[in-house]
Nanobody
Framework: QVQLVESGGGLVQPGGSLRLSCAAS????????MGWHRRAPGKQRELVAS???????NYADSVKGRFTISRDNAKNTVYLQMNNLKPEDTAVYYC??????????WGQGTQVTVFS
């Protein structure tokens, strides 16, 4: 089993920045890809960004140029640096990890609210 613990959410004004962190514990050595998804009120969950163990990244079009995902493999921690935040980025952000057998694990979620 893999446990994921997120931190770093909060309240920020438009144009501001936040950094999310997600630390993996348990049988973390079998983790391949890690990433962030979000669910905004009234909307379906969507992929925000992902990164493989080889540091190959993928971003949703809506966050390209504003968000950066990174990973510390030694600490099994993934980060999401969010800059130039917009009200439409308001959502619960979930950390996700996928192991080499395609099992998916989820964190408990952290709230990000962008308000004027």
């Amino acid at each position: 089993q893999v446990q994921l613990v997120e931190s770093g959410g909060g309240l920020v004004q438009p144009g501001g920045s936040l950094r999310l962190s997600c630390a993996a514990s348990g049988n973390r050595f079998k983790i391949n890809a890690m990433g962030w998804h979000r669910r905004a009120p009234g909307k379906q969950r969507e992929l925000v960004a992902s990164i493989t163990s080889a540091s190959s990244t993928n971003y949703a079009d809506s966050v390209k140029g504003r968000f950066t995902i990174s990973r510390d493999n030694a600490k099994n921690t993934v980060y999401l640096q969010m800059n130039n935040l917009k009200p439409e980025d308001t959502a619960v952000y979930y950390c996700n990890a996928v192991d080499y057998w395609s099992h998916s694990y989820w964190g408990q979620g952290t709230q990000v609210t962008v308000f004027s």
